[in-house]
């Protein structure tokens, strides 16, 4: 053999074939022409495991199903609203057709008919629907401030307020038109507001919803005995205090909606601004500080909506009672505790319900009709009864 040949490769081994049924020895490492067996590279450590694909799709159709759901409801109650205001102005002591009321509306001929749908069916119509709204949600907003299920406006002792403030205006100013009469009660609404705020206030936390409700029924109730007393010693003030206070849609001067919707639309702003604490608040004062709310701008915010819608409704119309107490119930067996929904819904369902019970008192004491004040009254009485017997609806 030459000495550029080259060596024959090593053999293995290990044989080229073996049986199926023989075991294979393994080979100790650091034999010549053997390669030593590699390890397994190490499994990572468990971790949480991951949502599944099909859960995770299964809770996003749920929540958009949810969404499509309370949408829809919301175009419902526009669709109920504008039947409402259709039949308000349609009914009345004299029925008119939906052509007679087309004609009103688009001439300007002074007939019978326009001054019937123009200047007293319109007006009390657009009244309802800014009281409605206003009632509706500022039963909504206390409710929730106050974690009290039956609470409504009244609490904040803006009703009685507004009462004492009429009857002081009358009985030293001889205040007798309806307009100036509307100003002193919304004076007196928003000053009745302020010493509950200032009476219910916790030194170094503001106020709480059960101070609150103690400071809103004491100042009620002071009222309540001032009026009283006050009406019983002059003939004349209970003469022009009895129309006032039997809240009523009837007889308004309509000059009052010029002032009392930009209140409204300023009030509903700061109520739908103040739902995302309101949700937080829910879960208790402390929780709602640990997700970065002031819990004191909150309320203040709350009870400055709740003064104004109610203050300026009890002012128009009346004390109207019932709708603040209904209407979030009916609304939170729809859409549930989240007030970013709870509010609309409040609005539209009061001003629905508002309007449905005027529309009905037409109809109760033919050829009169009783007032709204009244027949809600006899609406919202079972209803009070029906709330306090079912323990679902009092949870909030």
Do not use: K
């Not at 749920?62 to 759901?69: E, T």
């Amino acid at each position: 053999m030459s000495e550029t040949s080259e060596p024959p490769p090593p053999t293995s081994a290990a044989p080229a074939s073996a049986s199926p049924e023989a075991p294979v020895r393994p080979v100790p490492p650091g034999t010549a022409g053997e390669v030593p067996p590699r390890r397994a590279p190490a499994s990572p450590a468990p971790g949480p495991a991951a949502p599944e694909p099909a859960a995770a799709s299964s809770a996003g159709n749920a929540v958009a199903a949810r969404r499509a759901r309370r949408i829809g409801g919301l175009a419902l109650m526009l669709l109920l609203l504008s039947l409402a205001a259709l039949a308000s102005v349609l009914i009345g002591a004299r029925a008119l057709t939906p052509a007679t009321v087309w004609l009103a509306l688009t001439s300007t001929a002074g007939a019978e008919a326009d001054i019937i749908v123009n200047e007293i069916r319109l007006p009390r119509t657009a009244l309802g629907l800014l009281a409605g709204i206003s009632l509706g949600l500022g039963g909504a907003l206390m409710q929730g401030h106050t974690r009290n299920p039956l609470g409504d406006p009244s609490i904040l002792g803006v009703t009685f307020g507004a009462a004492l403030a009429v009857v002081l205006g009358i009985l030293f100013l001889d205040i007798t038109t309806l307009y100036t009469q509307a100003w002193f009660a919304f004076a007196g609404a928003a000053v009745a507001s302020v010493a509950v705020y200032a009476i219910g206030s916790v030194p170094g936390r503001g106020p709480t919803p059960i101070t609150l409700a103690l400071a809103g029924t004491a100042v009620s109730w002071m009222c309540y005995s001032l009026v009283s007393g006050l009406v019983l010693l002059d003939e004349s003030t209970m003469e022009s205090f009895r129309f006032w206070r039997v809240g009523s849609l009837v007889g308004r001067d309509p000059s009052i909606l010029a002032p009392m919707a930009p209140v409204v639309a300023v009030g509903t702003v700061l109520a739908l601004a103040n739902a995302r604490a309101l949700n937080a608040l829910a879960l208790g004062e402390d929780t709602a500080r640990a997700l970065g709310f002031q819990v004191g701008r909150a309320r203040v915010t709350g009870l400055l909506a709740i003064t104004l819608l109610t203050g300026v409704t009890v002012a128009a119309c009346g004390p109207i009672a019932f709708v603040g107490l209904i209407v979030p119930h009916l609304a939170r067996g729809i859409v549930g505790a989240d007030y970013r929904w709870l509010l609309p819904y409040s609005a539209l369902m009061g001003a629905v319900l508002l309007l449905a019970a005027d529309v009905l008192g037409r109809f109760l004491a033919p050829p009169g009709e009783l007032q709204v004040g009244v027949v809600l009254a006899l609406l919202g009485a079972p209803f009070f009864v029906h709330i306090v017997r079912r323990r679902r609806l009092l949870s909030l």
